[in-house]
């Protein structure tokens, strides 16, 4: 079974500033995706970035980038410039890949951490 | 819908009792995910339709939890008997069926008294 670890349950920032969040996952698969969510207050998760693991390149959305070591099975999170409005619990998730059967659709969450921005 | 919606935001029930839990996904949306939150953790996933059919029910605790979609669109999530370890947010989930873009619900909180 696939597991995701996030040892950060909390971390703060000042505004402005870069933060990491770290998260590693277990797996013997060699196809599979990895997101980071974001969690407001209002409980919606919303998607902050997403990877593929066939691709070498780190995803980058804005603010917001990945540093992907596939050998290590590692998966941080950097937020660049930080804002009042990145506060949030953050969680990292695994998926299988496509040829994974019927349930490669579902996500396996790691614990969350907690990111507080200071102004 | 333009997103997904969940009713009701807000459950609380006495212990022993029965609750169901409706999620309304994006139209079109073949796929719908089952999710619960205890506090301070991770969704854990419960069940997942593929249209009609439960795809995959592995990570229903036990058979006090069902969930049913019968016409491939809106979904419930039935309790029964429902114990103060039930209490947590349940999230609703639906994607394309290429399981690839999610979006979810704002949840249910559900609490055990």
């Known amino acids: 079974a696939q597991t995701v670890t996030q040892s950060q349950p909390e971390m703060s920032v000042q505004e402005a500033e870069t933060v990491t969040l770290s998260c590693t996952y277990d797996?013997?698969?060699?196809?599979?995706?990895l997101f980071w969510y974001k969690q407001p207050p209002s409980r919606q998760m919303i998607l902050v970035i997403r990877q593929e693991a066939y691709k070498q390149q780190n995803a980058t959305e804005n603010r917001f980038s990945v540093n992907f070591q596939k050998a290590a099975k590692s998966f941080s999170l950097k937020i660049s410039d930080s804002q009042l409005g990145d506060a949030a619990m953050y969680f990292c998730?695994?998926?299988?890949?496509?040829?994974?059967?019927?349930?490669?659709?579902?996500?396996?969450f790691g614990q969350g951490t907690i990111l507080t921005v200071h102004p | 819908g333009a997103g997904v919606s969940q009713t009701p935001s807000n459950k609380v029930t006495e212990k022993g009792k029965y609750v169901e839990l409706r999620c309304d996904p994006i139209s079109g949306h073949t796929a719908l995910y089952w999710y619960r939150q205890s506090l301070g953790q991770g969704p854990e996933f419960l069940i997942y339709?593929?249209?009609?059919?439960?795809?995959?029910d592995s990570g229903l605790p036990n058979d006090r939890f069902f969930a049913v979609r019968p016409e491939g669109s809106v979904s419930t999530l039935k309790i029964q008997r429902t114990e103060r370890g039930d209490s947590a947010v349940y999230l609703c989930?639906?994607?394309?069926?290429?399981?690839?873009?999610?979006?979810f619900g704002s949840g249910t909180r559900l609490t055990v008294v």
């Open positions: 989930a639906s994607s394309s069926g290429h399981g690839y873009g999610y979006t």
């Open positions: 998730a695994y998926r299988r890949g496509n040829a994974g059967g019927t349930s490669y659709g579902k996500l396996t």
């Open positions: 797996t013997s698969e060699s196809d599979y995706y």
């Open positions: 339709f593929q249209g009609t059919g439960a795809a995959d």
